[in-house]
């Protein structure tokens, strides 16, 4: 049986709603059955009525759908919370409190205190939380984790990934771009732009593939839009606890780009290289011998995928993997038992560590880039 699912966010104009949508559905673990759609009430009704939820579970607001929901005896089993930033960490304390497991958008929140405070909650209640860090369900990214963890490059030397995009390469927020509008505003977004928006992926991709813990980083963030607020363009130096280096250039003002992400990991015994334009490959070059290029399904190849070798994976079948591994962790819940540990998918810490990463680089930038420890 399917497990009910509720949402946040995500109304009509929005795009992540959507996704969430799509991937939930994929694999037959969730229903949709009711939601918070927008702030705005004929919005969210008419949201409500194009994706088929009762009315009686269309609610005005979060706080009054976590209350009514926690009451119903068929109340839903999470709620995925798909609104602009600056309200993630609200929507998920008032759910968490009212016994609900939740699955929240990155970034977990638009500040370091208000992260902490909701890792302290999530430990208290013991409840599921599911950060959706999306690229960390391809299968050729576990595939690169896996082989780095036995060893098969040696010793990290050097992370280097590039997140690129074009969108905000003209000022489309003044233009009644909502995704563009909301993104480009502090009240809204936080303290990063771009940094925070795409970069806090290029990040959390660093760390998932490599395990190394990273312990400062160096940012030069830039406003290149006339006028805007907050960075589109970010260029950041990592350092790593193992003593490997990093470095991320995270742009939404790279014209031809439209979703530019690669990440390359160098070893003192080969490197590997993951492009999400080529999701099913993940090249792996051993010193003084040919590139290999490893596709899931393929033989050697350790990370299962949903399809055959030569049936390509995306974008959403990666972000629906994350969802069947939420619902594995929210039926052992409901069902009474303790969660296993999935190191593979990500949880409010990953979110804390994020938003670590988009405050030390705002100050790191802001202070003329300079050093600052995680």
């Not at 602009?84 to 929507?91: A, I, R, S, T, W």
């Not at 959390?204 to 363009?233: E, K, W, Y």
């Amino acid at each position: 049986m399917s497990l009910k699912l509720g949402m946040v966010g995500g109304g009509k104009g929005a795009f992540s709603g959507g996704v969430h949508r799509i991937a939930a559905r994929l694999d037959g673990q969730w229903e949709l059955v009711a939601g918070a759609f927008s702030s705005d009430p004929d919005r969210a009704a008419e949201s409500a009525a194009d994706l088929g939820i009762a009315a009686e579970r269309s609610y005005g607001s979060f706080a009054a759908m976590a209350k009514a929901e926690a009451a119903r005896t068929d109340g839903i089993d999470a709620v995925a919370i798909v609104t602009p930033n600056h309200l993630h960490v609200p929507v998920a304390t008032t759910f968490l409190r009212a016994g609900i497991p939740v699955i929240c958008d990155k970034p977990l929140a638009t500040s370091v205190e208000d992260a902490e405070a909701l890792v302290t909650l999530v430990a208290e209640t013991g409840l599921p939380f599911i950060l959706t860090q999306t690229y960390t369900g391809y299968p050729m990214v576990r595939e690169a984790r896996t082989l780095i963890a036995a060893g098969r490059i040696g010793r990290v030397r050097h992370i280097q990934v590039e997140y690129l995009q074009d969108w905000l390469a003209k000022p489309v927020e003044i233009s009644g771009n909502k995704q563009a509008a909301w993104r480009t505003d502090p009240a809204q977004s936080g303290p990063g732009g771009c940094i925070a928006d795409i970069g806090t992926h290029a990040f959390n991709l660093a760390t998932f593939v490599t395990g190394l813990v990273p312990t400062a980083v160096l940012a030069d963030l830039t406003a290149f839009g006339p006028g805007r607020a907050l960075d589109d363009n970010a260029a950041v130096l990592l350092r790593f606890e193992s003593g490997a280096k990093g470095m991320i250039w995270a742009s939404q003002v790279a014209p031809g780009s439209k979703n530019g992400l690669r990440i390359r990991v160098a070893g003192e015994a080969g490197g590997l290289l993951w492009d999400h334009e080529r999701p099913d490959d993940l090249q792996y070059t051993p010193i003084e011998k040919p590139t290999r290029t490893l596709q899931h399904g393929g033989d050697g190849v350790a990370t299962p995928g949903r399809l055959p070798a030569g049936h390509p994976e995306g974008y959403l079948e990666a972000f629906a993997t994350l969802y069947a591994e939420a619902a594995g962790q929210v039926r052992a819940y409901r069902g009474g038992t303790k969660p296993s540990i999935n190191i593979l998918l990500p949880t409010v810490s990953d979110g804390l560590a994020g938003v670590r990463f988009i405050s030390a680089a705002a100050r790191s930038s802001e202070e003329g880039g300079i050093w600052v420890g995680l």
